[in-house]
T-cell receptor, first 114, second 111 residues
C-alpha cells in the first residue's frame, strides 16, 4: 500500500458525459501528479500540482482539467468524454514535487466510456 | 527525447533469474526507476538507482546502469510466481518532474 488513495476504483459512463476522479496523496506529500495508462499510448503524464498550484502540464486534453485543494487532495475532471478516453488513470504523490523526489502511485481509477 | 524502450515479454521458470532491459534517452536523468504492475493493480515502486551509481542491489533485485549506452537492467533472482507482472522502467526528464515510462515488459513465471 503506497498511501495514495484514489476513488472510485471503477467508473463506467457514456460518451459526452463528465466525470471527476479523486486522489488523496500520501500524508505529508505536497505534490500530486496525474497519469493516464491506455493500451495504445502507454503511461502518459497529464499534469502536476504542488501545494495547490499547477506546476507542470503534459499531454492533457483541453477537455480535461484538474485542481489541488487546500487539504492537498486533487481532482481530475474529464468532460465531453469520448470512447478513446477509456483508460486507467493514476494519481501519484511526492514530498515536494522535485526532480529527485520519488513518486508513489495510487491504485488507479479505471474509466470505461461506452 | 522521451523514448524509453523496453522489450515486451519474458517467460521464466520459477527459481530462475529474470533480466529485464530498458534503454532510455535522456542522458541527464538523475534517477531511474523500476515499477511493477500486477494484474488489475496500481504501480508499485520496486527500486530506483541514482545516475552516479553503476549497480544497486536490494534483496532479490539488482539494478545495473550503463550510462554510456543509456541502458538499464533489472535482474530478479530466484523468480517467484508472485513476480508475474508488468515491469516498467521510468526516468525523470530534464527540465520537468514528470516520469517518462517505457511500454513495459510482461514477465510470466512458470511454476
Amino acid at each position: 500500500d503506497s498511501g495514495v488513495t484514489q476513488t472510485p476504483k471503477h467508473l463506467i459512463t457514456a460518451t459526452g458525459q463528465r466525470v471527476t476522479l479523486r486522489c488523496s496523496p500520501r500524508s505529508g506529500d505536497l505534490s500530486v501528479y496525474w497519469y493516464q495508462q491506455s493500451l495504445d499510448q502507454g503511461l502518459q503524464f497529464l499534469i502536476q500540482y504542488y501545494n495547490g498550484e499547477e506546476r507542470a502540464k503534459g499531454n492533457i486534453l483541453e477537455r480535461f482539467s484538474a485542481q489541488q485543494f487546500p487539504d492537498l487532495h486533487s481532482e481530475l475532471n474529464l468532460s465531453s468524454l469520448e470512447l478513446g478516453d477509456s483508460a486507467l488513470y493514476f494519481c501519484a504523490s511526492s514530498v515536494a514535487g522535485a526532480r529527485t523526489d520519488t513518486q508513489y502511485f495510487g491504485p488507479g481509477t479505471r474509466l470505461t466510456v461506452l | 527525447g522521451e523514448d524509453v524502450e523496453q522489450s515486451l515479454f519474458l517467460s521464466v521458470r520459477e527459481g530462475d533469474s529474470s533480466v529485464i532491459n530498458c534503454t532510455y534517452t535522456d542522458s541527464s536523468s538523475t534517477y531511474l526507476y523500476w515499477y511493477k504492475q500486477e494484474p488489475g493493480a496500481g504501480l508499485q515502486l520496486l527500486t530506483y538507482i541514482f545516475s552516479n551509481m553503476d549497480m544497486k542491489q536490494d534483496q532479490r533485485l539488482t539494478v545495473l546502469l550503463n550510462k554510456k549506452d543509456k541502458h538499464l537492467s533489472l535482474r530478479i533472482a530466484d523468480t517467484q510466481t508472485g513476480d508475474s507482472a508488468i515491469y516498467f522502467c521510468a526516468e525523470i526528464l530534464y527540465g520537468n518532474n514528470r516520469l517518462a515510462f517505457g511500454k513495459g515488459n510482461q514477465v510470466v513465471v512458470i511454476p
